[in-house]
């Protein structure tokens, strides 16, 4: 992890400072088997089949987080951003979610759909519960690094996939767009502004927000590589 630490930087922009605090995991996010096989298309159908599932659960917790943020935001500007991000960012993977489960007869939403994955259920959980009881300026921080690791991850992707017929081209396509890219910018913008309001102690507290969702990002591809479940109970104990 780098030593370096927002709270010591002087009042450079937070996102830019938060990002580069991160840049081991994000490392360790590019040198993951999951998305060292997403890359070179070696990645099998149903680890992918079921991370997408697991994405599915979180997509509808990561809408409340930031429908939540919305509600306390303050700044209507700002509460507008998020609504929207909301709105897009779930209807932008579901569609990705349709166009690749539907067609292996998964659906996400029905009854009998495999529950979240402990590390889903943890991830999500812990955002919702900043949004609704810590600083929003926290729970804002906690949200910027789905947007900004997806973004990287999908581009470095990009880079080592230029197979049209690459059999995950369009989940590439989805986080390498220009328009995704605008949206983690204003994101990022919002955050800077509303980092550059607070106190030293404070701006640490969305730096450590920042930091454990990162470490969630890389746990959350790792769930699905090693089809991490809920440990069942027997005669002789949970198992």
């Given at each position: 992890m780098r030593t370096n630490d927002v709270r010591t930087t002087g009042r450079s922009a937070f996102s830019e400072a938060a990002w580069e605090h991160v840049a081991d995991w994000y490392d360790?996010?590019?040198?993951?088997?999951?998305?060292?096989?997403?890359?070179?298309?070696?990645?099998?159908?149903?680890?992918?089949?079921?991370?997408?599932?697991?994405?599915?659960?979180?997509?509808?917790?990561?809408?409340?987080t930031l429908a939540m943020l919305s509600a306390r935001a303050g700044d209507p500007a700002l509460a507008a951003e998020l609504a929207g991000a909301a709105a897009e960012a779930v209807q932008a993977e579901r569609l990705l979610h349709q166009g690749f489960l539907a067609p292996l007869g998964i659906d996400p939403d029905a009854p009998d759909a495999p529950e979240p994955t402990p590390t889903c259920r943890a991830y999500a959980g812990s955002l919702l519960a900043d949004a609704a009881y810590a600083p929003v300026e926290v729970g804002v921080a906690g949200v910027l690094p789905c947007f900004r690791v997806y973004l990287e991850?999908?581009?470095?992707?990009?880079?080592?996939?230029?197979?049209?017929?690459?059999?995950?081209?369009?989940?590439?396509?989805?986080?390498?767009?220009?328009?995704?890219?605008?949206?983690?910018?204003?994101?990022?913008?919002?955050?800077?502004?509303?980092?550059?309001?607070?106190?030293?102690?404070?701006?640490?507290?969305?730096?450590?927000?920042?930091?454990?969702?990162?470490?969630?990002?890389?746990?959350f591809w790792d769930a699905s590589w090693r089809g991490e479940t809920w440990p069942e109970v027997s005669g002789s104990g949970p198992r």
């Open positions: 360790a996010i590019l040198a993951h088997p999951f998305v060292a096989g997403l890359a070179d298309g070696s990645l099998p159908q149903g680890v992918f089949a079921r991370y997408l599932l697991d994405d599915a659960h979180y997509l509808s917790r990561y809408a409340s991850v999908g581009k470095a992707v990009a880079l080592r996939a230029d197979d049209a017929a690459h059999p995950y081209r369009a989940w590439i396509d989805t986080y390498s767009d220009p328009a995704f890219d605008a949206a983690v910018t204003r994101m990022e913008e919002w955050t800077d502004r509303l980092a550059e309001g607070v106190t030293d102690a404070r701006r640490g507290d969305m730096l450590a927000a920042y930091e454990r969702a990162t470490r969630f990002e890389w746990m």
